[in-house]
């Protein structure tokens, strides 16, 4: 399950308690941290929590305001100086500045919670602008637009996220705004029903990926054997997508070990724009499939990822899993996938649209 999900599903036990709850999201990082903007941590009053804001060095401390915010209901703002002692008496040595919104959300005022229940259930992307500090008084921080709202305020910045994806802190108007994109969780579509597609939805499912499987024939206990899978299908010759619709932007792998199916399969995925399409097998295999497939080009070789997986000395149905998704992860978000110790640099490029934080530690509770 991925941290969104988590999220939501610790916010609907919460409301189910009627208690009031805190959110504490990054809104800007300067310098090394573990977490980027955007990432959240869900606080309930007895000290439970949900996701995090850090690798674990900031949590505590952070749980600890978001109870006092709860019983307050004052938004706080938050700067944690990771290069130094912050008043919680931890030296981190991270090397980074991190500044931390953290709101009080309940029931009737759920803060940025339908708009993450809109990208992660109902799978829609949505561009959100949240208030950070405002001279308006109008417009007190936790304020939020959402992307083809009513409002006109900030519609042409959350037009600019949803074409171009980038985020972060902007000003609009005297008001200081967080931007932010979410993106439904990446959907995947394995091909296949044999035992070695069983590791593969078992990772996927534990990043929080939406995962089908499709498989050429049902066998005993198929259905039983891939329970944590989204969707189970059976395609037939008639309907090789056993009644399933891909996505656009979905990765999709053929496991199938049926070449006849796979000829089949071939025309009608590559006529849907997938972030990545693999093929287990061998690559004179991938090659031959292009040839024999009816109305299918041989520059059609060029898109797929054949064979599929990361060459990382994978041996074992879970180390060639963990290969496929590993590709899967460096292609689809366009990040090659060297060793971060041979990185020139940080490992997560400075958006020049974002101010460097200056390295001292504050404290700027503002008004909710």
């Not at 941590?41 to 674990?56: E, H, Y």
């Not at 000395?313 to 110790?341: F, K, M, N, W, Y």
């Not at 041979?342 to 490029?349: C, F, L, S, T, V």
Request: proline residues 8%; contains cysteine.
């Amino acid at each position: 399950m991925n941290e969104s999900l988590a999220i939501l599903q610790g916010f609907d036990s919460i409301c189910a308690e009627k208690k009031p709850a805190a959110l504490a999201t990054v809104i800007r990082v300067s310098g090394s941290s573990y977490r980027r903007p955007g990432a959240r941590m869900l606080v309930a009053g007895d000290g439970r929590t949900w996701g995090g804001v850090s690798g674990g060095c900031l949590e505590r401390d952070v749980a600890r305001r978001a109870r006092q915010v709860i019983d307050s209901g004052i938004a706080d703002l938050r700067q944690y100086d990771t290069t130094d002692d912050f008043d919680s008496g931890a030296a981190l040595g991270c090397a980074g500045v991190i500044e931390i919104f953290i709101e009080r959300i309940s029931t009737g005022v759920p803060g940025p919670i339908p708009a993450l229940r809109t990208s992660q259930v109902d799978r829609q992307l949505v561009a959100m602008a949240t208030v950070i500090t405002s001279v308006d008084k109008s417009l007190p921080p936790g304020t939020r637009y959402i992307a083809g709202s009513n409002s006109t305020f900030a519609s042409e910045l959350l037009t600019e996220v949803l074409e171009t994806g980038v985020t972060g802190m902007r000003t609009c108007d005297g008001v200081e705004l967080f931007l932010e994109l979410h993106r439904p969780p990446q959907s995947l579509v394995l091909f296949g029903g044999g035992p070695d597609v069983v590791p593969v939805v078992e990772i996927a499912k534990a990043l929080g990926w939406q995962v089908t499987v499709i498989a050429s024939h049902a066998t005993v206990g198929f259905r039983e054997r891939f329970v944590l899978a989204d969707r189970v299908a059976v395609g037939t010759e008639d309907d090789p997508l056993g009644g399933m619709t891909v996505e656009p932007n979905s990765a999709v792998v053929l496991m199938t070990h049926n070449y006849p199916r796979d000829l089949q399969l071939l025309p009608a995925l590559l006529a849907i724009p997938l972030k990545f399409f693999g093929i287990l097998g061998p690559r004179r295999r991938a090659e031959r499939l292009v040839l024999e497939s009816p109305n299918v080009s041989p520059a059609a070789i060029h898109r797929l990822h054949a064979p599929v997986g990361m060459d990382m000395g994978a041996d074992t149905p879970q180390t060639i899993a963990l290969s496929i998704l590993a590709e899967i992860q460096s292609v689809t978000t366009g990040h090659p996938c060297p060793s971060l110790r041979d990185r020139q640099g940080p490992i997560y490029a400075h958006d020049p649209l974002l101010p460097e934080l200056p390295y001292h530690p504050t404290s700027c509770p503002v008004s909710a």
